[in-house]
């Protein structure tokens, strides 16, 4: 490739640290590593787990958030080209 050509974002599922990221958020957020019938020590009236639950859920939520607002290009090809010639002449031009 060269360096002249344009960088493209390519669609998150085929960038593997996106999945790699995923599968240790949510094996960090189901607590299979605690022995069974855990319910103590407690963090705010709440066992341990609990806590780690919800914080893996909003974890997945942000690096979900990040992942599709940095590496998923949602402008199709055809309205980039649309919007650079709309931006040289000043004029829009739209197309069906």
């Keep these: 490739m060269s360096e002249s050509a ?16 995923l ?16 319910l103590y020590p407690l963090l705010f009236g709440l066992p341990v787990w609990t806590l780690v639950a919800v914080a893996s859920s909003v974890g997945v939520c942000g690096f979900l958030h990040w992942a599709l607002s940095k590496h998923w290009n949602l402008v199709e090809d055809v309205e980039e080209a649309a919007a650079s010639g709309a931006s040289k002449d000043g004029s829009e031009s739209w197309t069906t």
Aim: hydrophobic residues 45%; positive net charge; aromatic residues 12%.
């Design 23 to 38: 599968v240790v958020i949510v094996l960090v957020g189901i607590p299979w590593y605690l022995p069974p019938g855990t």
């Design 6 to 21: 344009p960088s493209r974002r390519r669609e998150p599922i085929r960038n593997p640290w996106i999945w790699i990221g």
